[in-house]
């Protein structure tokens, strides 16, 4: 992505508009509420129930995955630390990081020459906010002043300490996003523009060797910092924002990619570990979508499965405020034909994707429409436009939607059959994730055993990381 909202898709896709402007427990659910559950709910919930008793928090242990611990992906977003003023520190103050896994950095660009690069280019990159910027002790993990000698600063050296505090917890480099899988088809046509492009990624990231700016930058500034690669291109072989090339071979080249990746990242791995000694891994994921259209247009499963660690599922989008009548963004289960998240998971593992490879993509934002019509709970009614947001049109974080359900103007609606809560005032609908409807997906999780949970984005919890909290209670059983 670039600094522009993502556009809007073709009616009937979900659609993907983590944002780029400023932009969950598995406890016991409620028996009196298993009457009013669909069969496969009631098996999760009943599931839950049963081991929430005596569940410990294990990481996961003790749930369908068969003692491996459950993935916990947290976007952070380049962005993020100006309008929004969410820090990496926040990471920590909030009681985030400890309860993640992974750290996925959104976003690295690839240029016209098919390379990975940085710099201070509006639009394309931003050197400042990944490595040059200066933090002072308060708004430092450490709590010391970066220094103007110090060659890396910025959101990759807070990155850096926040690792040092959190042993264990990996940050991975996300390439591309809704508006910078603008060049991915081209770089990936040939074995020589793929060799180029995996090379020029590696150095930049996993190597470190990033362009000197002023102090900062340089050979091996951000060495060891990065503990893999995520690939967020949108989409292999189908349309997506409106300057990004896509051609019916990139299924091919997709694939043939994925396998670059995971074979360079793996020599190097192999080149730098000392005599004796077993290499460092480096994961490899990505974002993919819920669409069989898409997936089937460039999603070669049982190919890149093998070299992927895991890939992390769109779970929300399934509808939008550009639509015109309400629904559901992100449901866990839905009527046959409509998108939900346990269809996407039925997508992906019929096409030959393992269930514990396959992370759950879940919304920290809503989608709002407004000029809502037709009465009722306001859903699947009628809508003029958009809801306004804080940072753009028919979104909002959920810490903002949580103090809308707080105030008494909207009446908070749910559809615990189906896994999906709204608000709505009679004129305006939010379609979003609380606390409660992550109790219901993170059961599951577990009960399918699935590889864990993703999250877009970090910056939209609240200030003590409440539906952070929420996932890792539901993931180890609590």
């Not at 991915?184 to 046509?189: E, I, K, L, Q």
């Not at 514990?356 to 037709?374: A, C, I, N």
């Not at 379609?431 to 864990?452: C, E, F, S």
Request: proline content about 4%; aromatic content about 10%; glycine content about 12%.
């Amino acid at each position: 992505m670039s600094l522009t909202l993502s556009s809007a898709r073709s009616a009937g896709t979900p659609r993907n508009t983590r944002r780029t402007l400023g932009r969950l427990a598995v406890a016991a659910c409620s028996l009196s509420l298993l009457a009013t559950l669909s069969p496969a709910a009631s098996a999760v919930t009943t599931a839950s129930a049963t081991s929430a008793s005596t569940a410990k928090h294990d990481g996961g242990k003790s749930g369908g995955t068969s003692g491996r611990e459950y993935k916990r992906v947290g976007y952070f977003t380049q962005w993020g630390v100006y309008g929004r003023n969410f820090q990496v520190k926040d990471l920590d103050t909030s009681g985030q990081a400890a309860k993640l896994s992974h750290i996925n950095y959104a976003f690295g660009n690839v240029n016209a020459e098919g390379k990975c690069f940085t710099g201070n280019v509006a639009g394309e990159a931003d050197a400042w906010a990944d490595y040059a910027r200066p933090l002072d002790a308060a708004g430092s993990v450490d709590g010391v002043a970066d220094t103007a000698e110090q060659p890396l600063a910025g959101n990759f050296n807070q990155l850096r300490e926040l690792k040092a505090k959190h042993p264990g917890l990996k940050v991975l480099i996300s390439l591309g996003g809704w508006s910078w899988s603008t060049h991915f088809s081209d770089a990936a046509r040939t074995p020589a523009s793929r060799k180029a492009l995996v090379s020029s990624c590696i150095d930049l990231y996993i190597k470190g060797n990033l362009p000197v700016d002023g102090t900062r930058g340089g050979a091996g500034a951000a060495a060891g910092l990065f503990d893999g690669v995520d690939i967020d291109w949108e989409w292999p072989g189908s349309a997506g924002d409106t300057d990004t090339v896509y051609r019916p071979e990139d299924k091919r080249n997709f694939t043939a990619l994925v396998h670059e990746f995971r074979t360079q990242l793996d020599a190097y791995a192999k080149s730098q570990a000392p005599r004796g000694k077993k290499a460092k891994h480096y994961d490899l994921s990505a974002f993919v979508p819920a669409a069989p259209a898409k997936i089937d247009a460039g999603f070669d499963i049982p190919r890149i499965m093998r070299d992927f660690d895991f890939v992390n599922l769109q779970g929300y989008d399934f509808h939008v405020s550009g639509e015109a009548t309400t629904s559901q963004q992100s449901a866990l289960y839905a009527a046959r034909g409509d998108f939900s998240v346990d269809q996407t998971v039925r997508d992906w593992e019929r096409r030959g994707a393992p269930a514990r490879k396959l992370v759950v993509g879940l919304p920290f934002y809503g989608q709002g429409w407004t000029g809502v019509t037709g009465g009722g709970d306001g859903l699947g009614q009628p809508a003029a436009a958009p809801a306004p947001g804080v940072w753009a049109p028919g979104s909002e974080d959920y810490k903002v939607l949580k103090g809308l359900a707080a105030s008494g103007a909207y009446k908070v609606h749910r559809d615990v059959k189906n896994g999906s809560a709204w608000l709505f005032d009679g004129t305006t609908l939010w379609t979003y994730d609380d606390p409660q409807v992550l109790r219901a997906k993170t059961a599951y999780i577990r009960h399918k055993g699935l590889g864990g949970a993703m999250v877009w984005s970090m910056d939209g919890d609240t200030a003590n990381g409440e539906l952070t909290t929420a996932i890792d209670r539901g993931l180890s059983g609590r």
